[in-house]
């Protein structure tokens, strides 16, 4: 099978996220998903032979690039909302019930995001214990909590933030908060 590159085109115009900005950032995710088509036809055609550096590079290399493109994915398909979460939901209160309050729980994803790197802030449930936590992720493949489901996705690169803020990615966080499409992540909470 082949992946497509999904249109995100509808987040155009969101506050707080230029034209340009948005337009590279669909750039840099079609990227992705051409770099995941490419490794799939590279290692099809390679002989499955472990002792041959170039196909063990490919196959490591296939973290990076699937998780870039479906990691972005997630993040694209939270955004576009008005930023309100019903606290009293099944996600609000699941949030209070596992963070303490949807307050303590905002404060440690933000922590999470500001952190120096790359990488990606994630709301995460555990599928095994049900409970939520916020994970950094290093660059798109390093820190993922095995068989977790993604419940909100953020993207902590500079390419996400640097050409409206600078180096000010705590402003950039406010913003993104500000369009979270909060039905889209209820969805995902199992
Ligand atoms: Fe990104």
């Not at 490591?60 to 606290?87: A, C, Q, S």
């Given at each position: ?44 055609s390679k002989a499955k032979d472990a002792t041959n550096p170039e196909y ?97 996705v953020m993207d902590v690169f500079e390419h996400a933030f640097m050409t ?27």
């Amino acid at each position: 099978m082949v992946y497509s590159a999904k249109d995100y085109s509808n987040l155009m115009g969101m506050e707080g996220f230029s034209e340009t900005l948005l337009k590279n950032h669909f750039t840099l995710y079609q990227g992705y998903v051409n770099n995941t088509n490419k490794l799939c036809d590279l290692l099809n055609s390679k002989a499955k032979d472990a002792t041959n550096p170039e196909y063990a590079e490919l196959k490591r290399r296939m973290g990076f690039e699937f998780n870039g493109m479906r990691l972005h994915e997630y993040y694209f398909e939270n955004l576009g909302g008005k930023g309100v979460l019903d606290k009293s939901g099944k996600l609000g209160r699941k949030l209070t019930e596992d963070f303490g309050s949807y307050e303590d729980w905002e404060r440690d994803f933000k922590a999470t995001g500001a952190m120096r790197g790359i990488g990606w802030t994630i709301l995460y449930q555990d599928n095994i214990a049900g409970k939520l936590m916020n994970q950094w992720i290093n660059e798109h493949e390093t820190g993922h909590p095995a068989g977790c489901i993604l419940i909100l996705v953020m993207d902590v690169f500079e390419h996400a933030f640097m050409t409206d803020y600078g180096l000010k990615r705590a402003d950039y966080i406010g913003a993104f908060f500000k369009n979270i499409n909060w039905d889209v992540v209820e969805g995902r909470l199992k």
